[in-house]
């Protein structure tokens, strides 16, 4: 299994893309600006999307993704998240006035999109792995996803404020390989990360002491203009725990 990181920046701009991961060819882990670096046959060979919240920074690509090729791909594309982020999506973003709704053409019967709903814990299979949604605590709701095989596990966190629960899930993975971790805004800014729900370097070094698996950390979704502070005060919150700053395009394989 190969996971190509497509975009891992809390903003977008010059060279960094807000968050999408790629899973083996044809499956997105969100849906940030990060996907609009995909040629126009790797977007044909993607069939299956898995949503983390409604966030823009992570359902942006959606409507462009499902139009740049229709003519091409193989079938519907999937769409998995909460039932209440594929209600926003339908209220707000395939309406008939923001985009098509694609749910419903051409026709309803065969249309471009299908919406599936995930439920906290339960695996969604795929070809070679599976997906399985994790506990989030965010302004709207979310989920974080565990990717895994039969080998490997690799968790990603998505939008979420520290939250037990996630941990506590990841102390139940035995194979457990890497964490990706949002750690949004500086610990400086705590009171604003705690209304937005965000993640802080003192937040993650809780979630690290907290999990019992030697995982290695992967640190997502860092405020554009903040990058150095708090990459800082990551390695600081830390002390001995090794940690890794994601960049764009990378790739991991398990
Ligand atoms: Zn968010
Ligand atoms: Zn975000």
Not at 56 to 79: Q, Y
Request: some cysteine.
């Amino acid at each position: 299994m190969k996971i190509r990181i497509l975009g891992c920046s809390g903003g977008a701009c010059n060279d960094l893309r807000t968050t999408a991961l790629l899973v083996d060819g044809d499956t997105l882990v969100d849906c940030g600006t990060g996907v609009g670096d995909l040629t126009l046959e790797e977007m044909a060979a993607v069939r299956h999307v898995f949503l983390t919240h409604s966030h823009l920074d992570h359902v942006l690509f959606l409507p462009l993704l499902s139009d740049a090729a229709l003519a091409s791909r193989n079938g519907p594309l999937t769409v998995h998240a909460l039932q209440d982020t594929l209600s926003a999506l339908s209220a707000h973003v395939f309406n008939g006035v923001l985009w098509p709704d694609y749910t419903r053409l051409p026709s309803p019967d065969q249309p471009y999109i299908r919406f599936a709903p995930v439920s906290l814990g339960q695996p969604v299979p795929l070809e070679g792995f599976r997906i399985t949604p994790l506990p989030a605590l965010h302004t709207v709701p979310a989920v974080g996803y565990l990717i895994s095989n039969e080998c490997a596990g690799f968790a990603f966190s998505g939008d979420t404020t520290y939250c037990e629960a996630f941990w506590d899930t990841l102390n139940g993975v035995e194979n457990l390989r890497y964490v990706m971790v949002e750690t949004t805004m500086r610990d400086a800014d705590h009171a604003v990360a705690e209304r937005s729900r965000h993640t802080t370097p003192r937040l993650l070094a809780q979630g690290m002491a907290r999990l019992q698996r030697p995982a290695r950390l992967l640190v997502t979704h860092i405020e554009p203009d903040k990058v150095e502070q708090v990459r800082a005060e990551v390695r600081a919150a830390l002390g001995n725990t090794p940690v890794h700053f994601l960049t764009r395009g990378e790739v991991f394989e398990l």
